[in-house]
């Protein structure tokens, strides 16, 4: 292994000590990637198919090893990721013992406030916390992208009149209401918890755990309950590729889905998730990621205001989740453009039965791209804004580095309505 990709001795140490547990490396080693921290190298050619990394049961973290003594003291529907971050941040230097050489390896508190939207600055778009420097206020224009931040700049935000879940919008939000959650529920038990060390163990277990119900047990209700640490398989970083896991009493294999030379990167794959998901999760996205995409409910509902069409699209299951990749947009979209200038019944004809009644495809690519334009424009709006608070100083030097994040991310979001509105053909 050349130097460069030398991951450093709290890594070779803890390595040995994983090794001398019943860990099984094979053919893998972590490695340093610039760019993405630690993660796994291959040290000879891999076949897809080859077990890549064995971890014995005993040896990894689950809500299971933590004494009751400690469980008891929660309400019964704290989350496991509340119970475990309390335990790691509030449990003796004796009790976490067993894991001293593990925990050195984990990125420090500084890694999260680098790369994760939630933790940035109030005038990048963070979120007040309980250590937010009081003069750090928020800034006028608003730089995440839309599905991170739920807010716009240039858009008039359309309104959903009914309640719907989307997995994919909205984001910081969603993470707002979990980890305040968590931090209410375990204040509850431990008032006088550190929200330095809870936050920073809570977000450990958000971007390294894996998906785990022990062997005696039935599988949770919220899969996020299922959740486990695994000492020396947390070094995979994520790659849009087929994921192998898998897990029984005595043992969890991650696999190889690819063929690897000597020297590549190996991959796990952490979910089918678009790049503003990466990004507010786990404080990354990918350059190339086919399946990337946004979002557009904000500006249909803009369209599809009235009550009555939003309760055809919400009876015949065509509520949100308006989807956009480079290749075009989803049919729910197409879907729900149509029923902008269909009269109803017409509407539910044509999607109910296919009748052509009423329905104009010119009409409705019109719709559609007019909604790609405003997206478009709220992008070129922001990137301007991003770069002139970049050189007026409204942005620190210190942050310039998550600014050009931003304007990474806001370019592939260019690109895939670029790619939609040409898909979105006006033929005559
Ligand atoms: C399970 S850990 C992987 C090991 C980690 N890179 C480290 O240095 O400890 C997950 C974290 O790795 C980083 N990561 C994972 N995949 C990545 C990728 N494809 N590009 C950049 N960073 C990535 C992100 O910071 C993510 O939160």
């Given amino acids: ?11 070779e140490t803890f390595t040995e000590w994983a090794l001398a547990q019943g860990v099984i490396a094979n ?3 972590p490695a340093r ?4 921290g630690l993660g796994m190298i291959a040290t000879e050619k891999i076949e897809a198919g080859e077990f890549v990394v064995k971890i014995p049961t005993t040896l990894i973290l689950t809500r299971e090893k933590i004494p009751s003594s400690f469980r008891s003291q929660f309400r019964e529907d704290t989350r496991v990721q509340a119970i475990m971050a309390a335990y790691l941040t509030c449990a003796s230097a004796e009790e976490l013992a067993p894991y001293d050489l593990w925990r050195k390896t984990w990125p420090t508190r500084q890694c999260f406030e680098d790369s994760l939207p939630m933790l940035w600055p109030r005038s990048l778009g963070g979120l007040t916390w309980p250590d937010t420097d009081p003069n750090d206020s928020p800034s006028k224009m608003n730089y995440l992208p839309p599905c991170i931040s739920g807010t716009w700049n240039q858009v008039k935000q359309g309104r959903a ?6 997995d994919h919008q909205n984001l910081v939000k969603q993470q707002e209401k979990r980890i305040r959650t968590a931090w209410e529920d375990v204040k509850a038990a431990i008032p006088d918890i550190d929200w ?4 920073y163990h809570w977000l450990i277990l958000n971007t390294r755990s894996f998906y785990w119900v022990a062997p005696d047990q039935e599988a949770p209700e919220d899969r996020n309950d299922a959740m486990a640490l695994l000492p020396f398989a947390d070094y995979f970083n ?7 896991v898998k897990f029984d009493e005595s043992q969890y294999t991650l696999s190889a889905t690819e063929n690897y030379e000597s020297g590549d990167e190996v991959y796990m794959n952490y979910g089918s998730h678009p790049n503003d998901f990466l990004l507010t999760e786990y404080g990354f996205f990918l350059d190339k990621h086919d399946s990337d995409c946004i979002y557009l409910d904000d500006i249909i509902f ?5 009550p009555e069409k939003q309760e055809e699209l919400w009876l015949n299951q065509y509520y949100g989740d308006y989807s956009v990749t480079s290749d075009g947009v989803c049919y729910r979209t197409e879907v729900a453009a149509c029923l902008v200038y269909m009269e109803e019944e017409q509407w539910r004809n044509h999607v ?6 009423g329905f104009d495809e010119k009409k409705t690519n019109i719709i559609i791209q007019g909604w790609l334009k405003a997206y478009l424009s709220e992008a070129e709006v922001t990137v301007s804004a991003l770069h002139t608070a970049m050189k007026s100083g409204a942005v620190p030097e210190a942050h310039h580095g998550k600014a050009e994040a931003l304007i990474r991310r806001w370019a592939q979001i260019h690109r895939v309505l670029e790619g939609a509105l040409s898909a979105t053909s006006l033929s005559d």
């Avoid at 330095?196 to 936050?199: A, E, L, P, R």
């Avoid at 994520?238 to 192998?244: A, L, P, Y």
């Avoid at 109910?352 to 009644?357: P, Y």
């Fill in 27 to 29: 053919k893998v080693r």
């Fill in 196 to 199: 330095k060390g809870f936050s």
């Fill in 1 to 11: 292994m050349s130097s460069d990709w030398s991951p450093g001795e709290v890594h």
């Fill in 238 to 244: 994520h790659s849009d590729i087929e994921c192998d």
């Fill in 33 to 36: 990637f610039p760019g993405r």
């Fill in 302 to 306: 803009r369209d599809l205001a009235s």
């Fill in 352 to 357: 109910l039965e296919g009748s052509e009644e």
């Fill in 161 to 166: 009149l009914k309640q719907y879940e989307s």
